[in-house]
């Protein structure tokens, strides 16, 4: 009769338990509200239960879970457990013979506390509280984004929908637990920086280092340096020689015969140039263009480092390319050939006084003066000469166990 009683107490306390800690489905699981953080948490536990906690990240991008597992030489069917988080106000309940615990209402960047807590019927054990922090992930995912300096404190990169990286001559360094690529590049130079502007030499591609525990996808690198700027142009030809000063000419008036071509009549008389309106002299031919300058030489391919653990499903591909150099510059042609001269011009004012009365010499236009033809153009300078091609720098890259390149 004593017997029952004990285990009848042991029901009692097992069923009171589970009243008390109702398991709840994961997908309405809600974030109560915070209670107090229990303080000394200690990883993995000490006590008679050993707690250990992993983070481990989902397949989308900022989610994880955190992994519980504890281990304990009680193995019995009234055996219970109870796994409890600091900012929830009921525990969740664990089957009999169950050991482990997935939570996946866990948000990135955060700190927890978890316990478990052992019910063998009036036996109660208590793991130590341990503290997990979930990692953080860093992703990419526009066309193209220009990424200089370190890129350490992210546990997973992502490079989705074929996003490009640049570092445009400068460094990039990599460290992180995996990267997940979506046919990402890794590129030295974005396309409008692929080569130099005019009149400067290409810069060098600059360092890239990647250490990634885990490669999933394929990554492609270039670290080609850019390419020479094209050299200025030459010096401009000298000028072309003034066109030599056309004749006199003179404003006559009258009645003559026959009327010549251009004569205009006013109150009675024909008022026309004699000799005919001239022209300048043609101006003289503009000089040779002076030569182009060389192009400017191309940068040296970039350093590249990339280590990956596991690489089993992933690829990578590296292209080092040094910098073109440029094409040499342009001839300037002459410098812009002399107009030619005006004519000779009418001396108005000796001839005012004897102009019939009335004449309106404002509207008379023939004897304006007139302007010479262009010289002609002068012949473009030689071309300068192309620039020099940069040197490709050392790479390494190693996958696993295999490595290619001069790794140190």
């Known amino acids: 009769m004593k017997l029952v009683f004990v285990w009848n107490l042991v029901l009692v306390l097992v069923l ?85 615990y997935k939570d996946i209402h866990v948000t990135e960047d955060q700190e927890y506390l978890y316990q478990v807590q052992m019910l063998n019927g009036s036996k109660n054990l208590s793991t130590d509280w341990v503290k997990i922090k979930i990692p953080r992930d860093k992703v990419f995912s526009s066309e193209s984004t220009v990424q200089i300096g370190e890129l350490t404190e992210f546990h997973r990169i992502f490079i989705l929908n074929q996003a490009r990286l640049s570092w445009q001559g400068e460094e990039l360094k990599i460290k992180a637990d995996e990267i997940i690529s979506e046919q990402a590049v890794f590129e030295a130079f974005s396309p409008e920086n692929k080569n130099a502007p005019v009149g400067q030499p290409g810069k060098h591609g600059g360092l890239l280092k990647i250490h990634a525990r885990k490669l999933r996808g394929t990554l492609l690198i270039r670290g080609d340096g850019q390419n020479g700027g094209p050299g200025t142009t030459g010096t401009s030809g000298t000028k072309g020689s003034p066109g030599g000063r056309g004749p006199d000419t003179f404003l006559h008036w009258g009645s003559p015969n026959p009327v010549p071509d251009g004569a205009y009549l006013h109150h009675g008389y024909w008022f026309y140039c ?68 005006f004519p000779g011009e009418i001396d108005w004012q000796s001839h005012a006084s004897k102009m019939p009365g009335g004449a309106d010499l404002n509207l008379f236009h023939q004897c304006q003066p007139s302007q010479g033809p262009e010289g002609g153009v002068g012949p473009t300078g030689p071309l300068g000469e192309r620039g020099e091609d940069g040197f490709q720098a050392p790479y390494c890259l190693k996958l696993g166990s295999s490595q290619i390149g001069l790794c140190p």
């Open 16 to 100: 009171g338990c589970q009243n008390k800690t109702t398991p709840v489905p994961e997908d309405q699981l809600t974030q109560p509200e915070k209670t107090s953080v229990p303080e000394a948490p200690f990883q993995p536990g000490t006590g008679p239960l050993r707690l250990t906690a992993v983070a481990s990240g989902l397949e989308r991008p900022h989610q994880y879970s955190v992994d519980l597992q504890w281990k304990s030489g009680e193995q019995e069917p009234s055996v219970f457990y109870i796994v409890k988080r600091s900012d929830w106000n009921e525990g969740r309940v664990i089957p009999p013979g169950q050991s482990f």
């Open 274 to 341: 004699d000799p005919p309106r001239p022209s300048g002299g043609q101006g003289g031919q503009g000089g040779e263009g002076g030569k182009g300058n060389p192009g400017l030489s191309g940068g040296n391919s970039a350093k590249v480092h990339v280590e990956i653990g596991d690489a089993k499903d992933g690829e990578v591909l590296i292209t080092q390319k040094p910098g073109l150099g440029a094409n040499r510059g342009w001839a300037d042609p002459e410098d812009r050939e002399d107009l030619g001269a």
